[in-house]
């Protein structure tokens, strides 16, 4: 497919955490094109979503054997599988509300999730995809494990796998990836562990859901109580994490991924340089020589080296969609831990209307600054007319801010803005801005 896509229907699924042995419902939901993959957590108060994106990973160190997004202390815990098939179908954009810190494991791998994506059906948005071709070649390396990811025409993966139980073995795979590949050759491996580590895992307060239905567990003499449905199983479920974790660069790529022994930790890890790379593809470097492709979003790295804002006063945590001088959608992730609800209202925490503007104003800064004949200026914030506030917004709720252009002039220019929650109108209002020389 071309265009980007989403569900057809709603779905829901439910079952218990790997981890947390937590029961768990989940409802995904169609979104509309450029909205990426969400999750809401209906759980909690305010109903904070969480993109799943790199700039939402939670380190390694601190969710070990598992891929976890959060923002603020709301997570999610272990969206690997899930992703994977997310992935491997293509769907780009979907909201999927769960009601506890896990996705539920199911059978231990994609197989139950493919099944209710593929009865409910995938339906073409009216956008085009947005794809990465990978530039240059890049590698990581850790406690043993390694990844290389270099240019390539489509997704292909080349996984080495070596384990000592029974006996020591090592095995290959290679498969160049699309839907008919993924549900045939990758969705239905699941989860495994050896015996001589299960103990001391759940020790740990890790796989507390697992059983020998939903996790294989290879024994001196094989595996427990189970059976394969692949001869090489293992191999296949490490390729199904390492996808569900490149998906975490927020699009399909183009690539050859070569990864030998690797797991959440240095997928990771290429994940982020991945995105880094995309990122400076967008944007050509920041600033004076700023060129923006057709993906049009920037993270707040890039936006820290367009608008001269920092912390605590930087209010714009993303660009999602950016049209040089015309328009432009940016998020903030309202947060408990954002600095001025420690003195407005920390009874009860309302943001402050003054800061939405402000927030506004810099997605509008970000927008006028795109065009060539801007770059390198600075926009300042002149006059704000016709504000009207018409909601709270409060901690865990996503501020989404769309600017567009009105009259943009060499020294000047007037933008309408508006910021939304779930859909709703919270601010509106008319900005001017002067650009001046840096």
Do not use: W
């Amino acid at each position: 497919m071309n265009k980007q896509t989403t569900i057809a229907a709603e779905l829901s699924l439910k079952g218990i955490g790997l981890h947390t042995a937590k029961k768990v419902n989940i409802t995904l939901k169609p979104a509309d094109v450029d909205v990426g993959i969400n999750f809401i957590r209906v759980d909690l108060p305010q109903r904070p979503v969480i993109k799943a994106a790199v700039e939402n990973l939670i380190s390694p160190e601190r969710s070990r054997r598992r891929t976890t997004i959060a923002v603020g202390t709301a997570e999610v815990q272990t969206i690997e599988h899930l992703m994977a098939c997310l992935s491997g179908l293509g769907i780009d954009n979907l909201y999927i509300e769960i009601d506890n810190e896990e996705v539920p494991g199911l059978d231990g791998s994609g197989q139950s999730f493919i099944e209710a994506l593929t009865k409910v059906g995938i339906r073409e948005l009216e956008k085009d995809k947005h794809v990465f071709s990978v530039k240059e070649p890049m590698y990581v390396e850790e406690e043993g494990g390694s990844i290389i990811v270099l240019p390539a025409s489509s997704l292909k993966i080349s996984y080495t796998l070596s384990y000592n139980q029974p006996v020591e073995r090592t095995e290959f795979l290679e498969l160049l990836l699309d839907a008919e590949v993924f549900k045939k050759e990758i969705a239905a491996a699941r989860t495994f562990c050896l015996e001589s580590e299960a103990n001391e895992l759940q020790q740990k307060g890790l796989g507390l859901g697992a059983n020998y239905d939903n996790t294989l567990v290879l024994g001196k003499n094989g595996v427990i109580k189970n059976t394969l449905r692949y001869e090489n199983e293992f191999i296949r479920h490490k390729m199904l994490d390492l996808m569900g974790d490149l998906y975490l660069v927020g699009c399909p790529l183009r690539a050859h991924v070569i990864a030998i022994k690797s797991g959440h930790s240095q997928n990771i890890k290429i994940a982020k340089k991945i995105n880094e790379q995309k990122l400076k593809s967008l944007t050509g470097g920041i600033g004076a020589g700023f060129h923006l492709q057709q993906d049009g979003q920037l993270d707040v790295t890039t936006i820290m080296k367009i608008l001269p804002h920092r912390e605590p006063f930087l209010f714009v945590d993303r660009i999602v969609h950016l049209e040089k001088g015309k328009r432009a959608i940016g998020i903030k992730n309202v947060t408990i831990n954002d600095y001025f609800f420690k003195g407005h209202f920390p009874g009860r925490p309302v943001m402050p209307g003054v800061i939405i503007v402000e927030a506004m104003a810099q997605v509008g800064g970000v927008m006028m600054l795109a065009p060539e004949e801007n770059r390198g200026k600075l926009a300042f914030f002149m006059a704000a007319n016709n504000i009207k506030f018409r909601k709270t917004v409060v901690p865990g709720d996503q501020l989404v801010m769309e600017v567009i252009a009105g009259k943009i002039k060499s020294k000047t220019g007037q933008v309408h803005a508006k910021a939304t929650v779930d859909g709703k109108v919270v601010t509106e209002a008319d900005l001017m801005f002067a650009l001046v020389e840096d």
